[in-house]
Every structure is written in C-alpha cells, then in structure tokens.
Antibody, heavy 120, light 108 residues
C-alpha cells in the first residue's frame, strides 16, 4: 500500500532552518510528483511547492520562493522540504503529498504531518 | 496567480443535500480537486477531475463544474460528514497550485 512517512516534530528558533523528510513506499517513486502543504494552527491549507520526481522540476508558491527548497532522493524514495529564515508565522503542520500527473491531477496520498514550531 | 474562494461555513440538516462551492477564474481552464479534513486528521482526497472519486469514497460525494465555479455536492448528508472541505486547482501558469480558504460544514 502507498505510504508517506514523515520525520518527527521540530522545535526551532526564529532565523533558523528546518528540514522535513518524507519517506515513501508502495509505489514507483519516479512516476509521480511530491507536493508540500502546510497548515498553521486553526488555519486552512496552504500549498507550498512541488517537485516532479520524474523530471526534477520544482515550483514554489511565490510567497515562499527563496526560503523553501524541495528535493527528492530517488535512491531512497525520500522527499525533503527545507525552509530557511524561519519566523513564528511558519509554525504549522507540514504535509507531503503524492501528486498525480496530468490535467486530472490531485494530491491523492498524504503523509501524517510534521509539526514545526518556531519560537524564541 | 490563483485565488479560489469558498464560503467559510455551510450548514445542512441530516439526510439533506448540500452544495459547497469554489470560485476562481482558473477553474475555466483547470480541474478542481476536493479534500475533506476532520479535526485532528490528515486531509483526504474525495473528488477530482471530471467527478472522479478515489477508492472507498462513497458516491454521495460528487463534483461538478461550470465556468469559473466548481461544486462539491453531498447527498444524504450524514453526521460523519461534518468537516472542513477544501478545493484546490492550478493557477494560470499551470505550474502552481492553490487551495481555497475552506468551508466548514455543520450537520444539524
């Protein structure tokens, strides 16, 4: 079965960086994309960025461009999301999602979420 | 850019039908997908494309689209359908995605 298992919670300080990993299994990693979505406490979902694991392309939400980097390691079927220059507003649950290809795309499988807390 | 607009809250009586809407100019060109999120849980894909449902999602959940609007229609609403519902689609470039602000469904 398809699984996306994320790394554990992170507590970090303003100005620091964080890396969240997303270990996948149960499907061909290089046939799909991975998107990252976050949700601040009590707020809605926010799409952050995407990597086409099959072509290496990346796209990011304009407001996060320059602070977020999404990568994928095809040798371990693991995706990573790196975020730098953290501020308190970055406190959120971060999700990785498998992203299907084509016009009928969707985020069909989700990781369990990783809580990132940014506080001085 | 992409902006998807949803009503913040909708209520429906048990057993009735409810329509949750999502508006955005990019919906004229791109399909929408819908996600259900219950408190403390991970979002769940419930409808996408031309009204497709993942395995295990009941046919009470259907999707439709016309022009710049898309709808998630839930028929025979059950108490367990009480949740937040989010739409998602691509922006005008086709390279970025965005979520609507979400609709909180209350079952009366």
């Amino acid at each position: 079965q398809v699984q996306l298992v994320q790394s554990g919670p992170e507590v970090t300080k303003p100005g620091a960086s964080v890396r969240v990993s997303c270990k996948t299994s149960g499907y061909t990693f290089t046939s799909f994309g991975i998107s990252w979505v976050r949700q601040a406490p009590g707020q809605g979902l926010e799409w952050m960025g995407w990597i086409g694991v099959y072509n290496g392309k990346t796209y990011y939400a304009p407001k996060l461009q320059g602070r977020v980097t999404v990568t994928a390691d095809t040798s371990t079927n693991t995706a990573y999301m790196d975020m730098s220059d953290l501020i308190s507003d970055d406190t959120a649950i971060y999700y990785c999602t498998r992203t299907t290809k084509g016009r009928l795309d969707s985020f069909d499988y989700w990781g369990q979420g990783t809580l990132v807390s940014v506080s001085s | 850019s992409s902006e998807l607009t949803q009503d913040p809250a909708v209520s429906v009586a048990l057993g009735q039908t409810v329509r949750i809407t999502c508006q955005g100019e990019n919906l004229r060109a791109y399909y929408v997908s819908w996600y259900q999120q219950k408190p403390g849980q991970v979002p769940l894909l419930i409808n996408y494309g031309k009204n497709s449902r993942p395995s295990g999602i009941p046919d009470r959940f259907s999707g439709s689209a016309s022009g710049s609007a898309a709808s998630l229609i839930i028929t025979g609403v059950q108490a367990d359908d009480e949740a937040d519902y989010y739409c998602n689609s691509r922006d005008s470039s086709g390279n970025l995605w965005a979520f609507g602000g979400g609709t909180r469904l209350t079952v009366l």
